[in-house]
């Protein structure tokens, strides 16, 4: 029997709003002196975009498809420039990225790596930290989900460590044990999640659009630009925030003595290296390897990806049917391309600029340093207000990098300032992006301990990243 279509209510309200802010918008709000016809309509689409993606009501992907969509119906752009943006290097790299995280999954590297970890540093709580700390950290430039990294891989590991040492959220405050080690390991690995996003380009899939937003204001960041920056405010950070945790918000069990013969008896069920897993290490170290000196000798980052995922389907590792079947991909293939063409085609027809020296006129007293501040803050805190990097992303970060090298702010320094801002901005809430719900579900951590310690952690976080982060890349010469 086929099933009874029924109307969302829910999903087709939010969409008929939309619609109607679209015609009110299109048809009566003025266009504004300076800017062309064509650049604020497509100004209007992107607007609606943004709230749409805020409001959520269809998939991302789904959103940017009828976006793209409307931007041809209405000829606000020409349909073969609307499909070039399906050629972009940057999408293809974090595509390939995606593809490449499969492989950690499917081998059971993964895993075998954050147990390896655990086994060597887990004989206190504090260790268990680094150990998964450490686990992220390496991850990290392979896989630009965090949601896939953190939950994915992390959480399973913390849930059976937690099971082991019988901590577990109870309404019955006798039998509350959340706080034994779970409540520490779930905010700490959330806290680092976001912070691992923030070091490597292919990190997070908000990356690769800010580097493009920020190119086309002539700030170029590569994928060693990116990870040398982020080296050292970087690893601080990921020393700082476990010794930092564990005093303002300690776990009631400090010595996990059996943590690593837990971890070696999960390493022994995995057996030995497969064949899979060594692959995928090799293409790993290769990877990593050309995406810091490859461009010395002509080989860009989506070149080396592209060159890894061959590797990986050659061997077996992965089949065509895991490329295929990786709908986060080609989903994230698709937001991205039409995110990152409305945000190029805003700049190229002047729009950025327009609101960037509308804006520029509420600065202009001030020094580059107030205006540094000022815009800097004003960008990391506004994310309270927002689910998802990539509409904080598209929303703000091109018209405040516009704002800020008007006001005379050196352009790489405010371009990697925000660039970082926007993922460590994320551990603020707990539906700042996608891991937060997952490890906020738990119950391990209540609403107020977790913006609490996301805001003591923000503060932290900034002044690593505002004071030694900017004086690295001074010395770097980066601005």
Known sequence: MSKVFKLDGAKLYPSLTLLILFILMWFFLPVPKGVSVQGWHLFIIFILTILALIINPLPMGAIAFCAISVVVLT?????????????????????????????????????????????????????????LTAAEVLFAPLMPSNTARGAGIIYPI????????????????????????????????????????????????????????ASSQGVVISWGTWAVACIVPGLISLIVLPMLLYIIYPPEMKSTPEAPAFAKAKLKDLGPLSSGEKIMLLVFALLLGLWVFGERVGIDATTAALFGMAILLISGVLRWDDVISETRAWDTFIWMAVLILLSD?????????????????????????????IVGLFYFY????????????????????????????????????M?????????????????????????????????????????????????IGSAWWKVLGYW
């Open 382 to 417: 506004v994310h309270y207000f927002f689910a998802s990097m990539t509409a904080h992303i598209s929303a703000m970060y091109g018209t405040f990098l516009v704002v800020c090298i008007n006001a005379g702010v050196p352009a790489m320094l405010i371009a990697l300032f």
């Open 75 to 131: 000829n606000t752009l020409t349909l073969k420039l609307t499909l070039t943006c399906f050629s972009s290097n940057i999408v293809w790299l974090i595509v390939s990225a995606f593809l490449l995280a499969k492989g950690f999954i499917k081998t059971g590297l993964g895993s075998r790596i954050a147990y390896y970890f655990v086994s060597i540093l887990g004989k206190s709580t504090l260790g268990l930290a680094y150990g």
């Open 419 to 467: 660039g970082v801002g926007s993922s460590l901005s994320a551990g603020l809430t707990h539906y700042g992006t996608g891991t937060a719900p997952v490890y906020f579900s738990t119950k391990y951590v209540t609403i107020t301990e977790w913006w609490r310690i996301g805001f003591i952690v923000s503060v932290v976080n900034l002044l690593i990243w505002g004071f």
């Open 158 to 213: 913390i849930d059976s460590l937690n099971s082991e040492y019988g901590s577990k959220p109870d309404v019955n405050p006798e039998k509350d044990t959340r706080k034994k080690i779970g409540s520490y390991l779930i905010k700490l690995l959330y806290q680092i999640n976001v912070l691992t996003s923030a070091m490597f380009l292919t990190a997070t899939a908000g990356n690769p659009l800010i580097v493009s937003i």
């Open 345 to 373: 085609q805003l700049s190229k027809l002047g729009v950025t600029a327009f609101f960037g020296e509308k804006m520029q006129k509420g600065v202009a007293s001030f020094s580059w340093v107030t205006v540094f501040l």
